[in-house]
């Protein structure tokens, strides 16, 4: 599927405990999704997405904004619920605002 990556910003930093934390926030829209909106919202347009990412699976987002191909997995999370977790991102081509 394809997605549009509008932002990733790597954090590392040391928590209050010491232990080392790193990765990469990842902001995207999911271009296969029309945009529906509860009846009455005053919302407009499509909201981004956010998901925290591992170095290594973000390693393929070379450039931003851009159409990539984003695939996931999902573990177990809290009283079982699935998290969902990028595996890995390919570009497929480059976009540029100005374009538009």
Do not use: N
């Not at 040391?14 to 005053?42: E, F, K, M, N, W």
Request: cysteine-free.
């Amino acid at each position: 599927m394809s997605f549009l990556v509008l932002h990733a910003r790597p954090y590392d930093f040391a928590s209050d405990d010491g232990r080392h934390i790193s990765g990469v926030s990842v902001t995207y829209l999911d271009l296969s999704q029309s945009p529906v909106l509860p009846q009455g919202s005053d919302e407009r347009g499509v909201a981004p997405l956010t998901i925290t990412a591992t170095v290594d699976a973000a390693q393929g987002i070379v450039q931003a904004p851009g159409i990539y191909d984003l695939r996931f997995t999902q573990r177990r999370g809290k009283a079982g619920r699935p998290v969902l977790v990028l595996a890995a991102a390919e570009l497929v081509r480059q976009v540029h605002f100005s374009e538009l």
